[in-house]
Every structure is written in structure tokens, then in C-alpha cells.
């Protein structure tokens, strides 16, 4: 079955901490994963992608196909990272993790 | 560019009422998806139109919902009769090409049944 499971519904860290946001999926095929972020009042909207490799705001994800995981990493969040963070496997359609909410305190 | 608009952004009615939500995709997207979030849970996938064709509607929950895409431009999702279980936010997401293309997503619609 296609699923993708974020055990943490909540991570609170202070400013300047690394943060590390745990994905694993199942997937069959070979994957093609994303986060998706949704700051406060505003749309739901892409952060990275695992084939392209880069990093954005800061964050990084890298795909280890041995342990299924695609986890978001951050060495020094921000206060501005404070938001819901999804994610997701492309099979044709998205399939979305539960999402984890990340409060960074000043 | 605009980008996907979604209407109503917040909706409130009575159990066995019907409610039409409608999404705006970006101009030129032949792509369109609808997805809802319930409470708690994951966003799930609803369908997939390409155009004015459902490519996969496999996420739509029952035949209470009916989702249409005349003209290939906005689309509708229509619940009839709404269930306290429908509630959640709806939302709609766009691509220009294929279904490799980055979605993009709108404001999203929050439907409360009560």
C-alpha cells in the first residue's frame, strides 16, 4: 500500500536548534517525494523535492530508499520556520503524511 | 499570475443541506485536483481532472459528492446531502503539465457541517 507516515504531530524547538522532521513512506515503485509547508494564512505550498536535490530556506531532505524515509532537516531553525509541514508521494496523485506542526520559540 | 483561487473560503450549513465549492486553477492548467483534510488526519486525494475529463476519481468518498469541470476551465465540487463527516477544508490544486508538474495549491474551502 501507498502511504506516507509523519510520527510527530508536533515538534517544538528553540531558536538556533537543529530540527529534524521524520517522513517514511511506502511506495512499491521508485518514489518521488516532497515536503509541502503551510505558514500560518497562507496556501499550502511546495519547500523541496527530493530529485532536485537542493535546499531551500535552509532545509534539506535526503531520500534513503533503505530505511523508506525522507526526513526534513534544519541545522538552526528560525522563527520563521514555524509552520505545518507536509509530506508527500507523487503516484500520479499526492500522497500526504498527517503533516507535523514546528514551533520555533524565540 | 494569479494564482489557484478557490470560493467559498469558509462554509457553514446544516447536515443534509448540499454546499458547491468552486476552484479557480491557474490559467492554462489542464490539470486539476481536489483534495480535503479532515480534521486530525492526512490531506487525502479526491480526484484528477485533466481538462474537462475525470482521469481518476478513486478519492471521492461516496456518491454524495460530484465534481464537474465544464470546459475544461474552473471545476465545482458539489456535496448533497452534506454529513457531519464532510467537513474539513477542500482544497484544489493545478498543474500545467502532465502529472509531473509542481502543484499548485489554493487557499483551500473549510466546510463546517453541523
Known amino acids: 500500500a501507498q502511504r506516507v507516515t509523519q510520527p510527530e504531530k508536533l515538534l517544538s524547538v528553540f531558536k538556533g536548534a537543529p530540527v529534524e522532521l521524520k517522513c517514511n513512506y511506502s511506495?512499491?515503485?521508485?518514489?518521488?517525494l516532497f515536503w509541502y509547508v503551510q505558514y500560518s494564512r497562507q496556501r499550502l505550498q511546495l519547500l523541496l523535492r527530493?530529485?532536485s536535490r537542493e535546499s531551500i530556506k535552509g532545509f534539506t531532505a535526503d531520500l534513503n530508499k533503505g530505511e523508506t524515509s525522507f526526513h526534513l532537516k534544519k541545522p538552526f531553525a528560525q522563527e520563521e520556520d514555524s509552520a505545518m509541514y507536509y509530506c508527500?508521494?507523487?503516484?500520479?496523485?499526492?500522497?500526504f503524511g498527517t503533516g507535523t506542526r514546528l514551533q520555533v520559540f524565540p | 499570475e494569479a494564482g489557484v483561487t478557490q470560493f467559498p473560503s469558509h462554509s457553514v450549513i446544516e447536515k443534509g443541506q448540499t454546499v458547491t465549492l468552486r476552484c479557480d486553477p491557474i490559467?492554462?492548467?489542464?490539470?486539476l485536483y481536489w483534495y480535503r483534510r479532515v480534521m486530525g488526519k492526512e490531506i487525502k486525494f479526491l480526484l484528477h481532472?485533466?481538462?474537462?475529463?475525470?482521469?481518476?476519481e478513486s478519492g471521492m468518498p461516496n456518491n454524495r459528492f460530484l465534481a464537474e469541470r465544464t470546459g475544461g476551465t474552473y471545476s465545482t465540487l458539489k456535496v448533497q446531502p452534506a454529513e457531519l463527516e464532510d467537513s474539513g477544508v477542500y482544497f484544489c490544486?493545478?498543474?500545467?503539465?502532465?502529472?509531473?508538474?509542481?502543484?499548485?495549491f489554493g487557499p483551500g474551502t473549510r466546510l463546517l457541517v453541523l
Open positions: 490544486a493545478s498543474t500545467p503539465q502532465g502529472a509531473t508538474g509542481t502543484q499548485y
Open positions: 490559467s492554462g492548467h489542464d490539470n
Open positions: 511506495y512499491s515503485g521508485s518514489p518521488e
Open positions: 508527500a508521494l507523487r503516484a500520479d496523485k499526492l500522497i
Open positions: 481532472f485533466v481538462k474537462e475529463s475525470k482521469q481518476d
Open positions: 527530493h530529485i
